[in-house]
């Protein structure tokens, strides 16, 4: 089933150990063997199991990094095991294993969300070299993501900020008009809330010629303003 001579360089057994933890599913005990010495000679932590449903027991239980899985198996198949694991699982990688004959199947599965497949009788130095391109693939994905959802946080709080920023700049805006309506009243006693008056009058009517909400306020403030260059004129002659 290992394609020893094709294997390359004799491979690491004293491989530093990695963080990442890879579980192997296949209904075949030799390949399953096969698998784990590849995986625990690069320095991963692995799991094994027989088939799809023992999978996702174990992914309940632990978090994997990574599965590699057999396409044909009894009771769950390793097509039924990646839908599952991108429904439930989307950091974890999916390399799908398949005999050289079923390699059609293999490929449509890349559209389903694997990774990558290897082909029985296997390369090590080829199913190791695509073990590394998926974790890294993995890694860069879950980078991506985590930065996504900063720059959205961050446009979140931006958002948030300038939402405020407005608030205020609306407030400061009302209070300084009040105040320039109320110095107006405060001067001319004989037309006290004249103002006032014309504003409402002015929004009476511009409700019955059907002006949209939207513009009501605008309306309602320049009609506040239109006496307001009084105060700039001296009373006594």
Known sequence: MLDVKSEGPQMDHLADQRSERIL??????????????????????????????EAIAQLRENGYQMVLTDVRMPIMD????????????????VI??????????AVDTLTLGAYDYVTKPFNALELRSKIHKALERRRLILENRQYQNFLEQKVQEQTADLQKALRKTKRAYAN????????????????????????????????????????????????LLHDTGKIGISIFF
């Open 24 to 53: 192997i599913v296949d209904d075949e005990s030799m390949i399953r063997h096969i698998l784990r010495t590849v995986v625990e000679a690069e320095g991963f932590k692995c799991d094994t199991v027989q088939n799809g449903q």
């Open 78 to 93: 390793g097509l039924c095991l990646l839908q599952h694991i991108q429904a439930n699982y989307e950091g974890t990688a």
């Open 96 to 105: 799908i294993i398949t005999a050289v004959d079923d390699v059609s199947s």
């Open 176 to 223: 300084t008009l009040e105040a320039l309506i109320n110095a107006l009243d405060a001067r001319e006693h004989e037309t006290q809330r004249h103002s006032k008056r014309v504003s409402e009058y002015t929004l009476l009517i511009a409700k019955q010629f059907g002006v949209p909400g939207n513009e009501l306020m605008d309306i309602e403030r320049g009609s």
